[in-house]
């Protein structure tokens, strides 16, 4: 029975050792966003971050501070940041053609005040707001860079009732708001990644299947 017991432990052990490492993915932080940041990423400005994600993950972002030259404003201190994936902001590029068999716009052939008022969208300043945060205070606004009201909602997740393993990710939805509780309008996102560490902000990291464009109203939209 003993040795029967130790197989079931070891057992045990070896599925959540997979299961572990199959939620740790090279563009994915699984707890609050530090398991794999090193001391030397948590010194980087955002910019310098973003840029020097291995997996490119952000190549696109990077390309639309370039092309903006708000590498100053990303670099600010004590400031909220959020960042959109490679995928995010093609969906931005591809609300611009009628066709899903066209190309997409490049950056470059998209409005420079357009982009600007876009990234502005996804940066608080005057605070660098934490998932902890979110969570202990459900109705405080958030004034974003370009102006918009930003309300965030937190959620602790992670830890399913009935287990001490982590089962699913952190998150937080924000929404997007002219007027707050007047606008009828309210455009919703949500994130993967939470309570990244840089020199000089907090940084969360948009889902995917999100859109840079969030926040605009487009007459076309996948």
Do not use: W
């Amino acid at each position: 029975m003993k040795i029967l017991s130790i197989k079931n432990i070891i057992a045990f052990a070896a599925i959540v050792t997979v299961t572990i490492s199959a939620c740790r993915k090279d563009d994915y932080f699984v707890d609050g966003g530090l398991s794999h940041q090193s001391p030397e990423e948590m010194k980087m400005s955002v910019y310098d971050f973003l840029k020097s994600r291995e997996n490119h993950m952000f190549d696109s972002l990077v390309k639309v501070i370039d092309l903006t030259g708000t590498k100053d404003l990303v670099n600010q201190p004590n400031i909220t940041f959020f960042a959109a994936p490679n995928q995010a902001v093609l969906r931005l590029q591809q609300n611009f053609v009628p066709d899903d068999r066209q190309t997409p716009r490049p950056l470059s052939d998209i409005g420079l005040d357009t982009l600007k008022n876009l990234l502005g969208r996804f940066i608080i300043t005057d605070v660098q707001l934490t998932l902890e945060q979110a969570v202990l205070d459900k109705k405080k606004y958030y004034k974003a860079y370009n102006g918009d009201s930003l309300y965030i909602h937190g959620s602790d997740g992670g830890v399913k009732p009935g287990t001490t393993l982590q089962t699913s990710a952190y998150y937080i939805t924000y929404e997007h708001r002219k007027i707050p509780g007047v606008d009828s309008v309210n455009y919703n996102g949500t994130f993967q990644t939470h309570n990244l560490v840089t020199a000089n902000a907090i940084v969360h990291v948009l889902k995917y299947k999100s859109s840079f464009a969030a926040g605009l109203k487009q007459k076309y939209y996948r």
